[in-house]
T-cell receptor, first 110, second 109 residues
Framework: DVKVTQSSRYLVKRTGEKVFLECVQD?????MFWYRQDPGLGLRLIYF???????EKGDIPEGYSVSREKKERFSLILESASTNQTSMYLC?????????FGSGTRLTVV | AQRVTQPEKLLSVFKGAPVELKCNYS??????LFWYVQYSRQRLQLLLR??SRESIKGFTADLNKGETSFHLKKPFAQEEDSAMYYC???????????FGSGTKLNVKP
């Protein structure tokens, strides 16, 4: 019954590493999103995509990039991980009835 | 500018008491409003949306355009309602959602 899958539940990376967070959806949704979730700050949009090879910056894109080579897959890339990127990362896809979220990836940068 | 405000970070009530989680918004147009819930160790999931005017798990929310509010209410809270609640809005195309900062509801026995 899982419809949005994030490949890792927990990740620990070192400062300066390049980090890839993967997200796959099986609902044929065109819209996909990456958020980070931090206590007291709620969900903040990093990047989103309305179609294959298309991407748009959200509210906090600095330090991140994305890739959408196939409709079902939306990857978040941390070019050079820093400790302030330690967070819970949520992927979502959407259609008219709202978002479907993945279970999240808790990333710790040490 | 689009904005969703949830003024309470934490709300604690006793089992059986009424509960109201506040949500105010600003949006240049007619928004679609939603409540999402995240139970401990579970993924964020849709609780209800104003266009369906439904009641889920005893929760209701009424869109008040005059006060630009979409407060979530339940007359008798249960312990299993303890969770993190997020108010969200989108435009009619549902392409992009804006979330509030969330309210943690703690229902005490």
């Amino acid at each position: 019954d899982v419809k949005v899958t994030q490949s890792s539940r927990y990740l620990v990376k070192r400062t300066g590493e390049k980090v890839f967070l993967e997200c796959v959806q099986d609902m044929d949704h065109e819209n996909m999103f990456w958020y980070r979730q931090d206590p007291g700050l709620g969900l903040r949009l990093i990047y989103f995509s309305y179609d294959v090879k298309m991407k748009e910056k959200g509210d906090i894109p600095e330090g991140y990039s994305v890739s959408r080579e196939k409709k079902e897959r939306f990857s978040l890339i941390l070019e050079s991980a820093s400790t302030n990127q330690t967070s819970m990362y949520l992927c979502a896809s959407s259609y008219r009835d709202g978002y479907t979220f993945g279970s999240g990836t808790r990333l710790t940068v040490v | 500018a689009q904005r969703v405000t949830q003024p309470e970070k934490l709300l604690s009530v006793f089992k059986g008491a009424p509960v109201e989680l506040k949500c105010n918004y600003s949006y240049s147009g007619s928004p679609e409003l939603f409540w999402y819930v995240q139970y401990s160790r579970q993924r964020l999931q849709l609780l209800l949306r104003h266009i369906s005017r439904e009641s889920i798990k005893g929760f209701t929310a009424d869109l008040n355009k005059g006060e630009t509010s979409f407060h979530l209410k339940k007359p008798f809270a249960q312990e299993e309602d303890s969770a993190m609640y997020y108010c969200a809005l989108s435009g009619h195309n549902f392409n992009k959602f804006y979330f509030g900062s969330g309210t943690k509801l703690n229902v005490k026995p």
